[in-house]
């Protein structure tokens, strides 16, 4: 199974700040034949199912803020939010969809410094 | 309005069977793989399964393996995750979820199933 670590565990950022959270799978998520990483990204709210922000790596879900950016391939992936607002305190994960059983990172919780 | 909703969570001794369903509205259910994801107090999130459009593929997490079985109804919209010989450790909040190929983006709110003595 591929493994997903996330970093850091928790984050704390200051409001307007940029929060930056790392992911590392154990093997590569690139599909040679398409070029798409097979890598998304979740919020997730207390009380609340997660909610897709990115996939492929960095395409933005319909109706996410830009302030919202992934990035990376291969192994390595990063979620930046660009200026952070109150309402972006949460967990987020990774997770890849490249091969079945799929899997996530472990959660990084994001908070306002 | 896409919608996905659990139900058959429970309190449950270990060793017993529940039977979980996610009914489906609002999108052509039978296009896309469904998913099972669940969540233990307090922790991240863990997939545990997966069934392909028709039913004919079907993926699982090891530590499900061989206890719990993902199905599908397509003419009820439904998806169903039978769970036996439950163990303290399946206690959680299970999530269905549709697979668009591109992540997981449509999410029910959950059914808590607890393991308990």
């Known amino acids: 199974d591929i493994v997903m670590t996330q970093s850091p565990e928790s984050l704390a950022v200051s409001l307007g700040g940029r929060a930056t959270i790392n992911c590392k799978s154990s093997q590569s998520v690139l599909d040679s034949s398409n070029k798409k990483n097979y890598l998304a990204w979740y919020q997730q709210k207390p009380g609340q199912p997660p909610k897709l922000l990115i996939y492929?790596?960095?395409t933005r879900e319909s109706g996410v803020p830009d302030r919202f950016s992934g990035r990376g391939s291969g192994t390595d992936f990063t979620l930046t939010i660009s200026s952070l607002q109150a309402e972006d305190v949460a967990v987020y994960y990774c997770q890849q969809y490249y091969i079945s059983p799929q899997t996530f990172g472990q959660g990084t919780k994001l908070e306002i410094k | 309005e896409m919608q996905l909703v659990e139900s058959g969570g429970g309190l449950v001794q270990p060793g017993g069977s529940l039977r979980l369903s996610c009914a489906a509205s609002?999108?052509?259910?039978?296009?896309?793989?469904m998913t099972w994801v669940r969540q233990a107090p307090g922790k991240g999130l863990e997939w545990v399964a997966n069934?392909?459009?028709?039913?004919?593929?079907?993926y699982y997490v090891d530590s499900v393996k061989g206890r719990f079985t993902i199905s599908r109804d397509n003419a009820k919209n439904s998806l169903y995750l039978q769970m036996n010989s439950l163990r303290a450790e399946d206690t959680a909040v299970y999530y269905c979820?549709?697979?668009?190929?591109?992540?997981?983006?449509?999410w029910g709110k959950g059914t808590t199933v607890t393991v308990s003595s």
């Open positions: 492929w790596s960095s």
């Open positions: 979820a549709r697979d668009w190929y591109q992540g997981l983006d449509v």
């Open positions: 069934i392909k459009l028709d039913g004919s593929e079907e």
């Open positions: 609002g999108f052509s259910f039978s296009s896309y793989w």
